[in-house]
């Protein structure tokens, strides 16, 4: 089994910063994609940021130029910096770990964290 464990949610003022981190862990061989996505009541999960193990980088509209999204293949870790927070940033952020193969498993599995609160209120 894998698990994807999240740290660095809370509360910031506006213009703030925080930084996201997603360990995975487990009989893992290789993922391919690690990302973030968030979520508010009431609406659809949307993605906010996404990496390859080869560097391929995809952000939301919404987030361009304000979060950075990085990963460390060795350590099965991404992360997320967020600068210049705004109110509408407020949300459950997820971790998720996309076409993930294990050790002595021909398949391709999906992956999510538990979630993080992340408050962006004065």
């Known amino acids: 089994q894998v698990q994807l464990v999240e740290s660095g949610g809370g509360l910031v003022q506006p213009g703030g910063s925080l930084r996201l981190s997603c360990a995975a862990s487990?009989?893992?061989?290789?993922?391919?994609?690690m990302g973030w996505h968030r979520q508010v009541p009431g609406k659809q999960r949307e993605l906010v940021a996404a990496i390859t193990s080869g560097g391929s980088l995809n952000y939301a509209d919404s987030v361009k130029g304000r979060f950075t999204i990085s990963r460390d293949n060795a350590k099965n870790t991404v992360y997320l910096q967020m600068n210049s927070l705004k109110p509408e940033d407020t949300a459950v952020y997820y971790c998720n770990a996309d076409r993930v193969r294990l050790y002595r498993d021909p398949y391709y599995y999906n992956y999510w964290g538990q979630g993080t609160q992340v408050t962006v209120s004065s």
């Open positions: 487990g009989s893992i061989f290789s993922i391919n994609a």
